[in-house]
Structure formats: C-alpha cells, structure tokens
C-alpha cells in the first residue's frame, strides 16, 4: 500500500498547486489594465504641464503686459495674420500668371511649328528642283552677278577721300 499512497500523493500535489498558477495570470492581467487606464487618464487631464505650448507660453507672458502693451501686440498679431492673407492671396496669383504664360508658351510654339512646316515643306521640293551648279558655273554666275551690281553712277570715292559733287565744266 504504501506504494499506492506514495503514487496517489504524487498525483495530488500537482493538482493542488495547479490551479492556483492559472489564477495568478487572470487577476494580474486585469490589475494591469486597470492601473494603466488610471495612468493614462491622469496624464491626459495633466497633459498641459508635461507640454508646454507656444499658446500657453504666448499666453502666460501677455498676461503680465499692461493693457497698452496687450492692445498693441493684438494689433501686431492681426497685421501679421492680414499680411500673411495678402502674400497667399498674391502667390495664388503669381501661380496662375505662370500658368497662363506656360499656356501662351505653348500657343506661341504650336503657332510657330505650324508657320515653320510649310515653308519647310515648300524649301525641300524647290531645292530638290534645281539641278545643283558646277563650281566654275557657280563662280562665274556669282561674279558676273557682282559686276552688274557694281555699275556706279556718280563719282566713287577713292582711299577715304571725300567726293566732291560738282557742276561738270569742259575742258579746252
């Protein structure tokens, strides 16, 4: 027997011990969450003196100005805010002239492939129409196009030396 009592108090020992492991966890979870929640609900309610904005900073020291002092740093404060209105009201138009220049940027550039392709249509078949010169042709075409330019009817001035526009006399 006293192996059965020595099996059967084995048994019991953990079965006794058991449940009480498993409740520790079940009453320490909730106590947790309580204690956190209480935590959290405190700091929040006390929140403005862990943070100190510049609101409040704004605040604590006007509260210390005279009433002159207050009523001045007031209008400072809307002439500000009325300037800052002006610069957004003004960069919301700076914006949409550059769009509208982008706008006729482009206009102008679709205009000016339109006006370009034409003549570029009609330069390519009339170059291509003309049989090409030789060089001595081209040379001479281009000289005697020089001498009739250069037919001059009047005096011609020599070295820089003024011409003297005057009366035609004979000579005996």
């Known amino acids: 027997m006293d192996l059965i009592d ?8 953990p079965l006794l011990h058991g449940p009480s492991r498993r409740i520790l966890p079940v009453l320490v979870l909730p106590l947790v ?5 209480a935590a ?3 700091l929040w309610a006390n929140l403005e003196e862990f943070v100190e904005t510049p609101e409040a900073q704004g605040i604590a020291s006007t509260m210390s100005l005279s009433l002159e002092d207050r009523a001045s740093l007031f209008e400072i404060n809307w002439a500000q805010q009325k300037t800052d209105d002006e610069i957004a009201v003004l960069n ?4 949409a002239m550059r769009d509208d220049l982008k ?6 550039t679709m205009l000016t492939s339109r006006i370009d392709s034409p003549q570029s ?10 049989a090409p010169l030789s060089p001595a042709r081209a040379i001479s075409s281009v000289a ?3 001498l009739g330019r250069s037919k001059s009817r009047g005096p011609v001035p020599v070295r820089g030396a003024p011409v003297i526009a005057g ?6």
């Open 144 to 146: 005697s196009k020089r």
């Open 40 to 42: 959290g609900a405190w």
């Open 33 to 37: 969450l309580v204690g956190s929640c």
């Open 103 to 108: 706008g006729i940027l482009d206009q102008i």
């Open 92 to 95: 919301s138009r700076i914006n």
């Open 6 to 13: 020595q099996a059967a108090a084995s048994d019991l020992r």
């Open 167 to 172: 009366s035609k006399t004979a000579e005996p």
């Open 121 to 130: 249509l009609r330069a390519v078949p009339s170059a291509a129409s003309e």
